[in-house]
Nanobody, 118 residues
């Protein structure tokens, strides 16, 4: 089993920035990729960004150029730097871990709320 613990959500004004963190523990040898998904009220959960152990990344088109995913393999931690946030980014953000970046993995964090509002 893999445990994922997220941190860094909160309330931010439009145009502001937030950085999310997700630390993995447990059977991390089984993980080849980690990523972030989000789910807004009334909408399906969607990929935001994902990254492989080797640093290959995948982004949702709407966040390219504003969000950056990175990871510290020594700390088993993945980060999501979110800049120029807009109200449509308001959602619960979930950390995910699995075998690749094409589809979501089997492991999920508890989620962290991001609210963009003035």
């Amino acid at each position: 089993q893999v445990q994922l613990v997220e941190s860094g959500g909160g309330l931010v004004q439009p145009g502001g920035s937030l950085r999310l963190s997700c630390a993995a523990s447990g059977s991390i040898f089984s993980i080849n990729a980690m990523g972030w998904y989000r789910q807004a009220p009334g909408k399906q959960r969607e990929l935001v960004a994902a990254i492989t152990n080797g640093g290959i990344t995948r982004y949702q088109g709407s966040v390219k150029g504003r969000f950056t995913i990175s990871r510290d393999n020594a700390k088993n931690t993945v980060y999501l730097q979110m800049n120029s946030l807009q109200p449509e980014a308001t959602a619960v953000y979930y950390c995910n871990a699995g075998r690749g970046i094409v589809r979501a993995g089997d492991y999920w964090g508890q989620g962290t709320q991001v609210t963009v509002s003035s």
